[in-house]
């Protein structure tokens, strides 16, 4: 029961996180977007570039240099 509830807790936070439209650098949802598996982290990183395609990707998002989106 309790690893469900941290699932769901923890699944909220981070889709509230992708789906958001104000900043892509909220400190726990950078965490929580990095330590997805990839076919998720990637998702997740395409949301949040879709949103803000005109900024540095955040931890986790970013590719080669760091100034690329994955």
Request: net charge negative; proline share 7%; glycine share 8%.
């Amino acid at each position: 029961m309790v690893v469900i509830f941290a699932v769901v807790i923890f699944g909220y936070r981070w889709y509230s996180y992708v789906t958001n439209t104000e900043s892509p650098y909220n400190e726990v949802g950078i965490e929580l977007n990095s330590r997805m598996p990839a076919p998720i982290r990637e998702w997740g990183c395409d949301k949040l570039h879709q949103t803000f395609a005109n900024v540095l990707p955040p931890y986790g998002c970013q590719a080669g240099d760091g100034t690329q989106w994955l």
